[in-house]
């Protein structure tokens, strides 16, 4: 069997499953449809058959030609009707496949390791899968059109089989140039989709800045729209070049594949004339094969075309069933043992770490730990690997060298959902989720939200919103509020604080929030979170001075460790870091001479 046999009988065998699970009621109508359809058209070739003999005198005894009639009528009209009624059915059924098949690629798209989103041909591979959602629909639909066109053809075929064999030869010759047209077309349209998708992906990322509201300020204030029109036409531009060429291609080998049909065709009529001129055809006989031949040849067309359109669903499907397939194999199941519900100590040993792709390693040969009842701070310079740290401790990444343990298991032992169940975080990019306050808090789950909000500062005053807790946090998707980037920050906070868990990582908590707010909030860390382990990035060092060890982070390896104490006994980077900050809030210094104010007027 060729492999592109293989693949239509691959995807219709996957496409079937994915019109049963995603609607099987639908499904069971829809081939109910078309069992009517079928046996509507059969009926009506018997009732013309019948009407036919009535007319003709050779009844049999049957009652005239009036009900036949009606019975044909009735036949036609409800055949109009349920040929509404089939695309009434396909359009729903569409939507569900639609839908269901996205599903499985949302539902992939949450599972896999998070670094499949550091590749570029994860995201392409994703924006084609999402949308392939028409295609299932579209291939059973090209699949049932092909198979009725090449029933009907089947029946003409017979016709000129009946006269000359030799001629369904040349008919069937004539079609193989457009079904080999109809295939590489097929092909190109696929592979452009493959070879566009960075493009289309870029291009929607452009037109994602100019629509946006969080872009719309600074495309505004720094004059970004025609720069970025400008890049939008680039690219559309090269998506153009691309798409002509292959249109090109396309229409060079349909000419090709006429060609070929014309030939076969025109071999077909000079066997019949050779016939007729040697009498050994009847012109009454030439003459329905001629009919015959006009009839099967838009036929045979027709059903090439659908042919192509059922390959060109396939390669789409098959992609899309790919992708569903090989990325719910990434090791992200739950595989390995539950985290223990408690926590005496993470450690991390000798941890090297290189994002997919990078040249250099993010992180090298790290040690640390952290003990319940423990605050640990990272801090270092920008890019020095502290939020790889910290995502590593979430079990978003794996280590290259080296391993992360809970209480002596090594992460890599353990199931990673149950792992991250146990704990808690706040990114520095947190996410503000266009929906309620007291969704932002906890979106998947029902307990109260009340006392997180507490802890994190924010309940006044989500409780004076318009509505409260049920506020919705946009003014895009609906007539809700936006926030400061301080209260977005403690509505983070407080998401963080919601979840019972005894390790607890906070990267940059305090950026966007006032001193006060700041303060009050490291005071209270400690009672927070008695018994659980903390880990805290943090620039600001008057709050990580009360850690109980310090790390400082550079260049990706630990080069200092210890209490506040220490390492400003030490005088290297922290205690250069730290002076270099507190120097900001000192008195600025009196250029020399200058006469002290005595305040006493
Ligand atoms: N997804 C990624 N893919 C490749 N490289 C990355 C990725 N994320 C971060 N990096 C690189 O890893 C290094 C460490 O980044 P990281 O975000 O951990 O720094 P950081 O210490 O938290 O910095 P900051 O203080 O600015 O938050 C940087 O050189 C950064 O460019």
């Known amino acids: 069997m060729s492999r592109k046999a293989a693949t ?30 079928a046996a509507g058209a059969a009926a009506a070739l018997l009732l013309v058959r ?29 055949s109009s009707v349920l040929l509404a009624v089939q695309r009434h059915l396909m359009t729903l059924l569409g939507e569900h496949v639609a839908m269901y098949a996205m599903e499985r690629v949302l539902d992939v798209a949450c599972r896999v390791e998070l670094a499949a989103f550091d590749s570029p041909e994860f995201h392409g591979r994703l924006r084609r899968v999402q949308d392939a959602g028409h295609r299932p629909i579209e291939f059973t639909e090209a699949l049932l059109s092909a198979t009725s066109s090449l029933l009907t053809g089947v029946a003409v075929l017979g016709t000129l089989w009946v006269i000359d064999p030799l001629l369904v030869v040349c008919v069937l010759l004539s079609t193989v140039p457009l079904l080999l047209a109809g295939a590489a077309a097929s092909r190109g349209m696929f592979t452009l989709s493959v070879d566009l998708v960075r493009n289309d992906l870029r291009r929607t990322y452009v037109r994602s800045l100019m629509t946006g509201r969080e872009s719309a300020k600074e495309v505004r204030v720094f004059g970004l729209a025609s720069a970025l029109s400008a890049r939008h036409r680039t690219l559309f531009a090269e998506r153009l070049v691309a798409l002509r060429a292959v249109l090109r291609r396309i229409t060079w080998l349909s000419l090709l594949g006429g060609v070929g049909t014309a030939l076969g065709v025109a071999l077909g009529g000079g066997l019949l004339v050779r016939s007729v001129a040697a009498g050994e ?21 027709g059903a090439s ?12 499907v098959d992609d899309y069933e790919r992708f569903c397939a090989d990325e719910a194999r990434l090791p992200v199941a739950a595989e390995g043992r539950p985290a223990p519900a408690s926590l005496d100590r993470v450690t ?18 790290v040690s640390l730990s952290v003990r319940r009842g423990e ?61 309620t306050a007291a969704e932002n808090i906890a979106l998947s789950t029902q307990r109260s939200v009340a006392e997180a909000a507490r802890r994190a500062g924010v309940h006044d005053f989500v409780a004076r919103l318009p509505a409260g807790y049920e506020t919705v946090l946009s003014r895009e998707l609906s007539d809700g509020v936006d926030l400061s980037g301080g209260q977005w920050q403690r509505i983070a906070l407080a998401r963080a604080f919601h979840r019972d868990a005894p390790l607890v990582v906070l990267d940059e908590p305090t950026a966007a929030l006032d001193a006060e707010a700041e303060h009050d909030l490291f005071t209270r860390l400690r009672d927070l979170y008695t018994d659980r382990a903390v880990v805290l990035v943090s620039h600001r060092f008057s709050t990580v001075r009360e850690a109980d060890r310090i790390y400082v982070v550079e260049g990706g390896t630990v080069t200092e460790s210890g209490e506040h104490r220490d390492l400003m006994a030490l005088d290297r980077t922290y205690a250069r870091m730290f002076r270099l900050q507190a120097a900001g809030y000192a008195p600025p210094l009196r250029p020399a001479g200058t006469p002290v104010a005595s305040g006493r007027g």
């Open 281 to 301: 055809l009847t012109v009454a006989s030439a003459a329905t094969a001629v009919a015959a031949l006009m009839q099967v040849v838009p036929l045979l067309v």
């Open 8 to 37: 239509v009988l691959r995807v219709a065998r996957s496409t079937t499953r994915l019109l049963w699970r995603s609607a099987p009621r639908l499904t069971l109508f829809v081939l109910l449809s078309q069992v009517a359809a």
């Open 348 to 365: 991390v040993e000798h941890v090297t770490f290189t994002y997919p792709g990078a040249a250099v390693p993010a992180l090298r040969d």
């Open 50 to 78: 019948a009407l036919i003999a009535t007319l003709v005198g050779d009844t049999g005894g049957s009652g005239g030609p009036l009900p036949l009639l009606l019975g044909l009528g009735a036949l036609l009209g409800s």
């Open 305 to 316: 075309q659908s042919v192509a359109q059922v390959y060109e669903n396939s390669l789409f």
């Open 375 to 435: 605050v640990v701070a990272l801090v270092g310079p920008n890019g020095s690997g502290k939020t790889t740290l910290a995502k590593l401790l979430c079990g978003l990444y794996r280590p290259d060298l080296g391993a992360i343990r809970w209480d002596g298991t090594d992460l890599a032992e353990l199931d990673p959902d149950g792992y991250r169940a146990r704990l808690t975080v706040m990114f520095q990019d947190f996410i503000r989720y266009q929906f």
